[in-house]
């Protein structure tokens, strides 16, 4: 499974209830299912949609590591 | 000069509390699901967590509560694991968040805890609402979700066969059959160079390759396997090598003696090691196909006067082609009609030789006729040759009869 870390205010906008996941400023991390409402033929397209970078699990555990995530 | 005073109070309705549990994640439900081959779940909590959230409804018949979605003045809020206190379990430290905000998801739950598919937890919320009305105290209780976690990597385990789902015995293409049938008669000499020839994919003795996956990875041990015949919806038969039509059951391949069956549904189940749990299984079917063929006697020459038997032979084809001993699959059936019999049997098989006194043909013009003719229909699966108390006849070798 992969996972995005994306824009806050862009997934909200497209239906994605903010609620339980973590955030830091206006970013929120997402996975990729949840992308499922997100416009768009691929998954790149839809993690282009929310300003988002993808992520393996491990490569966005390490990502996380950097601090002030909620 | 005051009166005593006499006190009185609105008479409020009390409050009406229900508690509903929703997953404000649904796409991080309480039900996980772990990939041991990569060593993941999916999702991640540590990376999406769960949310859970008692939403707490409260109202009065007397329309006198207005604070209908009632969260926000929750008090005492308490989550319990398995009946025990979220906040006094060592191994859930930091792995949950209560929302303590006055906000209406208050009391919801955070899990960023991953459950292992060996584990089960069951968490249910406990709060207060207090009813300044009243002046009283509520305990709200939801009802319980279950974490749990499903292990991906064991139900990946799949099983396949390398036949078709609906197997189909055609005894007409059956070389084998036809080879066994011309040595048993002498018509030819066994040879095994004839019999592997005579063995493709449509002889009787059909051998199902048998394939257990695990994820994309074909498994050569740690597993055994097991056939059953399926007799109802929820009524299996186990069957044994050596019994019914099974040749052989191995971990690779079932072997299935075909003559012996005319419909059939089989269930294969993969017995995993180390595993009580998994059977990974597999539904196939075997029928035997009717096809259409057309036979009749051959012998169209006129009787002499002199003659005193009658010999015919039958001629069958079918699907364009002539049907080579016909016998081996055909029940032919000679009879003969005449002016004073009619439905005269002779003998059953592919010719005859009758006496033709025996079919009640006249000397005379008008009864010195006969109509030869065979009746015929396709043979049956076979059955095991058994004595009135059901031992099997065998050859000297131990190997059992069958016959049709």
């Known amino acids: 499974m992969q996972y995005v870390i994306a824009n806050r205010g862009k997934a909200t906008m497209y239906g994605i209830n903010a609620a339980g996941h973590r955030t830091k400023d206006a970013l929120i991390v997402l996975h990729e299912k949840e992308l499922n409402v997100v416009p768009g033929p691929t998954l790149a397209d839809k993690v282009r949609a929310v300003d988002g970078v993808l992520y393996s699990a491990s490569e966005i555990k390490q990502a996380l590591q950097e601090g002030g995530w909620q | 000069m005051r009166s ?80 025990v206190d979220i906040t006094t379990l060592q191994d859930w430290t930091n792995l949950y968040e209560i929302d303590n905000t006055a906000g209406n998801y208050r009391g919801a739950i955070t899990i960023k805890r991953n459950v292992l598919p060996t584990q089960t937890f069951s968490l249910h919320f406990e709060g207060v609402l207090t009813d300044p009305r009243l002046g009283t105290q509520i305990t709200v209780k939801s009802d319980e979700i279950i974490l749990s976690t499903e292990d991906s990597s064991e139900d990946a385990y799949s099983l396949s066969i390398g036949d078709d789902q609906i197997i189909q015995y055609n005894p007409f ?43 994309e990875v074909a498994m050569q041990s740690g597993y055994t ?58 539904q196939f079917s075997v029928n035997r196909v009717y096809q259409d063929y057309n036979c009749r006697p051959t012998n169209g020459t006129g009787i002499n006067p002199g003659d005193i038997q009658r010999f015919d032979t039958a001629m069958c084809d079918s699907d364009g082609n002539v049907v080579e001993c016909p016998a081996n699959i ?10 004073t019999i009619t439905g005269q049997v002779h003998n059953e098989g592919q010719s005859t030789l009758f006496t033709i006194a025996k079919t009640g043909i006249g000397n005379r013009y008008d009864d010195d006729w006969l109509d030869i003719y065979v009746e015929t229909e396709i043979k049956p699966m076979h059955k095991y040759a058994v004595d009135e108390n059901g031992d099997f006849f065998t050859d000297e070798n131990g190997n059992k009869f069958i016959f049709n």
């Open chain 2, 330 to 339: 055909i029940k032919i059936v000679w009879k003969t009609d005449s002016a």
């Open chain 2, 225 to 282: 396997i097991k056939l059953f015949r399926v007799n109802g919806p929820n009524s299996f038969t186990e069957l044994s090598a050596g019994s019914d039509e099974v040749v052989a059951i191995t971990p690779t391949a079932i072997t299935l003696d075909l003559r012996l069956v005319t419909k059939s549904d089989y269930l294969i189940k993969a017995i995993i090691t180390d595993s009580d749990r998994i059977a990974p299984q597999l």
């Open chain 2, 173 to 215: 293409k059956d070389k084998l059959h036809l080879y066994n049938y011309k040595v048993a008669h002498g018509l030819i000499t066994a040879t095994s160079a004839a019999e592997a020839a005579a063995t493709d994919e449509n002889a009787y003795l059909r051998q199902i390759p048998v394939t257990l996956f695990k994820a």
């Open chain 2, 4 to 83: 005593n005073k006499t006190r009185i109070r609105v008479d409020y309705a009390p409050l009406n509390v229900a508690v509903s549990m929703e997953c404000l994640t649904p796409l991080s439900p309480a039900l996980q699901v772990y990939n041991s081959g990569i060593d993941e779940f999916e999702p991640d909590r540590s990376l999406t967590p769960s949310q859970f959230w008692p939403m707490i409804m409260a109202n009065a018949n007397d329309g006198s509560w207005h604070n209908q979605y009632a969260n926000s003045i929750l008090t005492q809020m308490k989550w319990y694991v398995d009946g």
